[in-house]
């Protein structure tokens, strides 16, 4: 990864919400996703660079992110503040059904940072799309997790499992996998009013 970013890199917050905490999802790896995401908005927050929120709005009666319930709700860690862009989904592609792909363009963004849940569904949805629409695509390795899966066989599949798996199928064909560590050094922070560096 270059050492530093361009200024008009957005991160998207991928589906932070608070139905995702329900006992129905099963067990989940890397309990640290939120602190990270947290870390990172608040560092693009203070370089006033693009950030753009991804809101699932399910259309599966027994979803918790069901829009007229409470688990559509983003967590408090990714709350959105004003002037901070929504897309709402209902499928796993924030790229599909929704006026991103264009707000992209209207807005000169190339680069895309990528954080939130869950590594193998939405987050490697919109990651593989972003890749194949010719988006420079970072993947935050920690600042994303999912739970346990069960195969069509009946073989349960941990989550830290899943989540290795999608990421190195990921890496290198669709985005560049990353750390947290490594944007926060890639993101220099406004320290004056001077707007310098």
Same mark, same amino acid.
């Given at each position: 990864m270059e050492p530093l970013l361009p200024t008009n890199t957005a991160l998207l917050i991928i589906d932070v919400q608070q139905g995702l905490d329900a006992p129905q999802w099963g067990k989940r790896n890397n309990?640290? !996703? $939120? +602190?990270?995401?947290?870390?990172?908005l608040q560092a693009w927050r203070k370089a006033r660079r693009p950030v753009i929120h991804i809101q699932h709005c399910s259309v599966h009666p027994d979803s918790p992110l069901r829009p007229e319930l409470p688990g559509c709700e983003f967590? !408090? $860690? +990714?709350?959105?503040?004003?002037?901070?862009?929504?897309?709402?989904?209902?499928?796993?592609?924030?790229?599909?059904g929704t006026g991103l792909e264009a707000f992209l363009g209207n807005n000169g963004i190339e680069q895309l940072v990528m954080?939130?849940?869950?590594?193998?569904h939405c987050v490697s949805s919109t990651t593989r799309m972003a890749g194949n629409l010719g988006f420079v695509t970072l993947l935050v390795s920690?600042?994303?997790a999912t739970f346990d899966r069960k195969g069509p066989d009946g073989k349960l599949y941990p989550a830290e499992t899943i989540h290795a798996v999608h990421l190195a199928?990921?890496?290198?064909?669709?985005?560049?996998?990353?750390?947290?560590?490594a944007l926060m050094q890639a993101v220099p922070q406004k320290h004056s009013t001077t707007g310098q560096d």
């Open positions: 309990p640290d !996703a $939120e +602190a990270n995401i947290a870390r990172l967590k !408090a $860690e +990714a709350k959105p503040i004003e002037g901070e862009p929504i897309f709402k989904k209902s499928v796993n592609s924030a790229f599909i954080v939130g849940l869950t590594t193998d920690d600042a994303t199928s990921l890496n290198d064909e669709f985005c560049e996998v990353v750390t947290t560590e």
